[in-house]
Nanobody, 120 residues
Framework: QVQLVESGGGLVQTGGSLRLSCAASGSIRSPNTMAWYRQAPGQQRELVAAVTSGGGTNYADSVKGRFTISRDNAKNTVYLQMNSLKPEDTAVYYC??????????????WGQGTQVTVSS
């Protein structure tokens, strides 16, 4: 089992910044991927950014150049630095962990979610 605890959400004005953190504990194994997803009201959950235990990253097109994902493997913590925030970034942000490769069908683990609200 893996537990994920998020922090750092809140209310910010357009153009502002926030930094989300997600601390993982339990049966952490490598290689793995940690990621941030988000879900706005009435919308499907979508991938925002992901980072592998080896440091590889990928981003949704909508956040490229504004968001940066990073991780501290020693602390089993992943971060999402969000700059130049827009109202359309408003959503509940969820931390995700999964071992890789995906074809081995490892379990998905999710955090409880943290609300990010960007006011116009």
């Amino acid at each position: 089992q893996v537990q994920l605890v998020e922090s750092g959400g809140g209310l910010v004005q357009t153009g502002g910044s926030l930094r989300l953190s997600c601390a993982a504990s339990g049966s952490i194994r490598s290689p793995n991927t940690m990621a941030w997803y988000r879900q706005a009201p009435g919308q499907q959950r979508e991938l925002v950014a992901a980072v592998t235990s080896g440091g590889g990253t990928n981003y949704a097109d909508s956040v490229k150049g504004r968001f940066t994902i990073s991780r501290d493997n020693a602390k089993n913590t992943v971060y999402l630095q969000m700059n130049s925030l827009k109202p359309e970034d408003t959503a509940v942000y969820y931390c995700h962990y999964r071992r890789v490769p995906a074809w081995l069908n490892y379990s998905n683990y999710w955090g409880q979610g943290t609300q990010v609200t960007v006011s116009s």
